[in-house]
């Protein structure tokens, strides 16, 4: 999905980015899961579906409430 993605905005030519597939490729290589002590605090989001951004910000703000509680 993100490769599709980096090369439609490349073909669109509308981005001010110049980042292609191969600065994609060098950050993918270096990328680092979160550790077990950041996992708590992130919400996965699956953007290859429609995104609900009320259901998402609801997420956090359950999430950071809970934290903020412990």
């Known amino acids: 999905m993100l490769r599709q993605r980096v090369r439609a905005r490349g073909e669109r030519g509308d981005d001010p980015s110049e980042a292609d597939v191969a600065v994609l490729e060098r950050q993918l ?3 680092e899961a979160l550790g ?7 919400i996965a989001i699956d953007t290859a ?11 956090w ?3 950071s409430s809970r934290r903020e509680g412990s």
């Open 29 to 31: 290589a270096d990328h």
């Open 36 to 42: 077990d002590d950041e996992l708590p605090a992130a």
């Open 49 to 59: 579906q429609p995104v609900d951004l009320d259901a998402i910000a609801g997420r």
């Open 61 to 63: 703000l359950g999430a």
